[in-house]
């Protein structure tokens, strides 16, 4: 039976320390679902980025990684009550074996429901933030140096640094 992993994140936006984190887990799992966490949640200066839009982001960020491996990108809403997440995310995502989080709190939720849960090293924090890039967006910096060639595209085309830009004034 094929291993199934599951790498939940905001992705606002997917940047190459999550594009890190998926070289390094993709040995381990035959198959790789990425839930797209708080997918409710756009058009603020934290949450900039529609759950569609950061499926575009990841499906061609991956795409562009010429994987060996099936992936599935599933958008999941928060819940306003963290005991019944980890129930959540199970009663939407494709049936997982093992969780992959750096996350404290992601953490602690699969813990205490009984799924494996598996951290991986932090790439360049420093600079591979989601905070951190899109604090560059309303800059004007350069958040492209960090994030795959594919999320540039994305942000292109749906206007991204305008938005951001006139959301955070
Ligand atoms: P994120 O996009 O910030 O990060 C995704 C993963 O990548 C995390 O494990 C993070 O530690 C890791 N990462 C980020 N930068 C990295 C780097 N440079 N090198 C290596 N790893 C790096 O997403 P997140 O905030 O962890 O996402 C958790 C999601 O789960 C959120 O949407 C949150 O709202 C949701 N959640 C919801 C509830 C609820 O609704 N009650 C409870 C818990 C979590």
Redesign the pocket.
């Known amino acids: 039976m094929a291993t199934r992993g599951l790498?939940?994140?905001?992705?606002?936006p997917?940047?190459?320390?999550?594009a890190?984190?998926v070289e390094?887990i993709i040995g381990d799992v035959d198959e790789l679902v990425f839930?797209?966490?708080?997918?409710g949640?756009s058009h603020t200066v934290r949450n900039p980025f529609t759950a569609g839009e950061r499926v575009m982001m990841v499906t061609k960020s991956l795409e562009a990684m010429e994987l060996d491996t099936t992936t599935y990108t599933v958008p999941?809403?928060?819940?306003?009550?963290?005991s019944?997440?980890v129930s959540?995310v199970q009663s939407i995502s494709p049936e997982f074996d093992v969780a992959?989080?750096?996350?404290p709190?992601?953490i602690q939720?699969f813990i205490e429901s009984s799924v494996e849960v598996r951290?991986?090293?932090?790439?360049?924090?420093d600079?591979?933030?989601?905070s951190e890039i899109r604090e560059l967006m309303v800059e004007g910096g350069d958040w492209e140096a960090h994030v795959p060639d594919a999320v540039v595209d994305v942000v292109a085309e749906i206007n991204g640094i305008q938005r951001i830009q006139a959301i955070s004034r």
Do not use: C
């Not at 790498?7 to 606002?12: A, D, M, N, P, V």
């Not at 997917?14 to 999550?18: A, D, L, P, V």
């Not at 992959?100 to 996350?103: A, V």
């Not at 951290?119 to 924090?125: G, L």
């Open positions: 790498l939940i994140g905001r992705f606002q997917f940047h190459n320390g999550h890190q984190v390094e839930g797209i966490g708080s997918a949640d999941i809403e928060d819940l306003n009550r963290n019944v997440w959540h992959y989080s750096n996350n709190l992601v939720l951290q991986t090293p932090m790439f360049n924090r600079e591979l933030k989601g």
